[in-house]
């Protein structure tokens, strides 16, 4: 990995040259954000710190409630209800940290694994993806690398080259000018790959796949998903687009699933399954209700 380029009102410095003096990232431990904390030494002696972006947009507070999520098979795949599913099913997604909390059929597996949890990765990461780069006296648009979009402590955005780029790439950025085209995020490819690992997390919470009008609409699509052609378009349904995803500005904890409590800012309330503490899918099945701590038990108060 090494700097890119920054930019806020200054003009982007391209390739500036500098060390990793530490970084905390998915080699610290596997479902933390690659270079979720970065330090660099600058060749001029300053030392720039980075981190995640700071979540834009309306701002929820929430509380986590302890659920207890262990592995548990419920004897057919929970998205399409296949008898006797056999692939171990990671949530959330592997590729994010997750880890194996239930058996799903290899379809569905495979299948979201490949075609829509590969951009819930993009997203999580705060990556731009795999970039195509044009620059100097190279001719062409070649391979950039990925991009991971951070900023600094001070919220001028820096961005992070990472993984296999063209022979030509340290040639290309000499000039000084680089033009980056960037690919179109995948929102829907997203969005399915949030659903569902939000899905299975709240059928592994309740212990059971429910068959309500809801939880069958969200497998119907679901299973739609995962059978049409590649490149063939698509919408969402409004229930899929109802179901939001949201950002959390803590700091990760690998490997946890919670209950969260979420406030809105005109008091009202939802639920949302929590993953690593990095982001939460709202609570994707029918309301579930929790009686609040020292409410009368109406069982007991029947005379
Ligand atoms: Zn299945």
């Known amino acids: 990995m090494e700097a890119g380029a920054e930019a ?49 947009g309306v701002k929820i507070s929430g509380g986590l409630l302890p659920v207890n999520v262990e592995y548990f098979n419920f004897g057919e795949c929970p998205i399409c209800l296949v008898p006797s599913p056999s692939s171990r099913e ?34 999580y990461e705060r990556s731009l993806g795999r970039v195509r780069i044009s620059g100097g006296d190279v001719r062409g648009r070649r391979n950039g690398g990925q991009y991971l979009y951070r900023e600094t402590l001070t919220g001028e955005y820096v961005l992070f080259q990472t993984g296999r780029s063209d022979p030509n790439f340290d040639r290309m950025v000499q000039g000084g000018r680089i033009e980056i085209t960037v690919p179109e995020f ?7 790959a949030a659903l569902k690992t939000g899905y299975v997390a709240a059928c592994l919470i309740m212990k059971e796949v429910p068959r309500t009008e809801r939880a069958t609409a969200i497998r119907a699509e679901l299973v739609a998903a995962r059978d049409r052609d590649r490149g063939e378009d698509y919408e969402l349904s409004a229930l899929a687009r109802s179901i939001q995803v949201s950002r959390t500005a803590a700091d990760p904890v690998p490997g946890e699933i919670a209950l969260a409590e979420m406030t ?36 007991r108060t029947q005379s």
């Open 8 to 56: 806020s009102a200054a003009p982007p410095k391209i390739g500036q040259p500098g060390v990793i003096a530490s970084v905390t990232g998915h080699g610290t431990a596997r479902g933390i954000p690659e270079a979720h904390h970065l330090s660099l030494q600058m060749d001029d002696g300053s030392v720039l710190e980075t981190r995640m972006p700071t979540p834009q």
């Open 90 to 123: 990671h949530v959330p997604p592997h590729c994010i940290g997750g880890n194996v909390r239930t058996l799903t059929c290899e379809r569905c597996n495979n299948e979201f694994g490949s075609r829509f949890e590969p951009h819930l990765q993009t997203w």
């Open 186 to 192: 995948n929102e829907k490819a997203f969005r399915l």
């Open 264 to 299: 809105e800012a005109d008091g009202s309330t939802f639920f949302a399954v929590s993953f690593n503490r990095v982001f939460a899918v709202d609570w994707p099945l029918d309301p579930i209700f929790i009686r609040e701590a020292g409410a009368p038990d109406p069982a």
